[in-house]
């Protein structure tokens, strides 16, 4: 269904889809049809392709309904079929997510709770790849910085310099990852004998961000809270240190727990 909701930018990449599980074709059929996915679900009712490709999740009993079910993920394949990037996860409660892809690897925009904010020194504009997420996804928040003429600020590892640094509160419902920062230019400032790491012009800040399993919130929004502290300089001189806060409104929905009809449903191995 993320998938299904992220198709029009999918194929806005230049990318196509298709999906496999071990469910029979009734069941994709059935499934499709109830939640309509527009792109091919792929039965293999043996596992032979999951096994094939070595994600066969060996954790279910060989007696149970799950047996033959893969590890999650994703490949990402060129026109010409070699494997250009993978996203898998031990954990099936855990799933990376099509939207946190396309920001992370395809540097699509992220049009979930986007919120704008300008300064003296620049323009900042917060987003996730998701408005709707459920327990057990990833997806990428992102602040895009489009700094004004002439100024610039400093990117982590300046020494005697305030940074750019993005916090976010703690929050049991998420776990977050560390920052993406791009690389920086080199500013040389010749009188006084420096080299310093900074960021002009527009930049992109990327952080990963995993939902937890219970995650709910009042009103079934999930509300994540963060800053971001910079200090911004022009050719002349520095300004003083700014907190911009951050807030992001996420809905949270139910995983899908309708089932195909009993007669469609997977028997045990014999």
Known sequence: MELQRNLTKIRAQGLGIA??????????????KRRGIGYPLLSDPNSAIIRAFGILNE???????????????????????????????????????ASEILVRQFGASAEGDK??????????VSSASAETVRGGQRIALVLDLELKPKMHVYAPGVANYIPVEWTLAANPAVTAGAVEYPKAEVLELPAIGEKV??????????????????????????????AFRYQACDDRQCFIPVTVPLEWKLKVEQHDRERAPAEMQRKPPR
């Open 19 to 32: 999906a496999i599980s071990y469910d029979s074709r009734a069941v994709l059929e059935d499934f499709a």
């Open 59 to 97: 954790s279910p009993p060989k007696n149970s309904p799950f047996s033959g079910i893969p590890h999650p993920g994703t490949y990402i394949v060129s026109p010409d079929g070699v494997v250009t990037a993978k996203y898998f996860e031990e954990d099936f409660r855990e799933r990376d997510t």
């Open 115 to 124: 919120q704008t904010v300008e300064t003296k020194h620049l323009t900042l």
């Open 197 to 226: 790491p900074v960021y002009t012009g527009r930049v992109r800040l990327v952080r990963e961000m995993i939902v937890g399993q219970n995650a709910s919130g009042a009103g079934g929004v999930l509300t994540v809270a963060g």
